[in-house]
């Protein structure tokens, strides 16, 4: 089985810095796009960042130029580096990678979310 933990997350005032980080394991042959994904409270999830294995990346335009992604293929871990935060940055943050398994069949895994919340 595939697991993707995160870590980080909490509790920061407006204009601060937080990260959040995920690991994925199990059994895997390969990682294709990992990325982060939101849930604002009362609205649908949507995507934050995305980042391919060549290391080509992807923003919402409302986190472009405040959010960073980066991954470690070895390590088969995602980073969000989340800066200048605003309180409209408040939500569920959810870790995401598209998997490939020994059969070369690719899976979409989630993590179980991390709460961030930027308030004064």
């Known amino acids: 089985q595939v697991q993707l933990v995160e870590s980080g997350g909490g509790l920061v005032q407006p204009g601060g810095s937080l990260g959040l980080s995920c690991a994925a394991s199990?059994?895997?042959?390969?990682?294709?796009?990992m990325g982060w994904y939101r849930q604002p409270p009362g609205n649908q999830r949507e995507l934050v960042a995305t980042?391919?294995?060549?290391?080509?990346?992807n923003y919402a335009d409302s986190v472009k130029g405040r959010f960073t992604i980066s991954r470690d293929n070895a390590k088969k871990t995602v980073r969000l580096q989340m800066d200048n935060l605003k309180p409209e940055d408040t939500a569920v943050y959810y870790c995401?990678?598209?998997?490939?398994?020994?059969?070369?069949?690719?899976?979409?895994?989630w993590g179980q979310g991390t709460q961030v919340t930027v308030s004064s």
């Open positions: 995401y990678a598209l998997i490939r398994d020994w059969s070369s069949r690719e899976h979409d895994y």
């Open positions: 199990g059994t895997i042959f390969s990682i294709n796009d």
């Open positions: 980042i391919d294995r060549g290391g080509s990346t």
